[in-house]
């Protein structure tokens, strides 16, 4: 069964150089695509990238704060850490 191409209702427009628009072409001609599947694509392979490169750094962001936080406001240990570290000292010593 064929994938549903989603509903193309608004459009992006730009002026470009005479050389880009040739570039694009030449591209695009080169991977058998019309000029405009090309650009669009190429265009939403970018702005995912930036997105995902983005969220990356957010998280990151976040997950840097929530190591210093943990570093600063350490939790008390639970039942599972104290009886790893009793058996860790029994066997290696204090």
């Known amino acids: ?47 995912q990238r930036v997105v995902r490169a983005s969220e990356l750094s957010e998280l990151t962001q976040r997950d840097k704060i929530a190591f210093v936080e943990a570093l600063l406001n350490p939790p008390a240990p639970n039942a599972r850490l104290r009886s790893a570290a009793a058996r860790h000292a029994q066997v290696f010593g204090r």
């Open 1 to 47: 069964m064929p994938v549903a191409e989603p509903k193309r209702d608004a459009r992006l427009e730009a002026r470009v150089p005479r050389a880009t628009k040739a570039l694009c072409e030449a591209a695009a001609a080169i991977q058998g695509r019309k000029l405009t599947d090309f650009v669009v694509n190429s265009v939403v392979e970018a702005a």
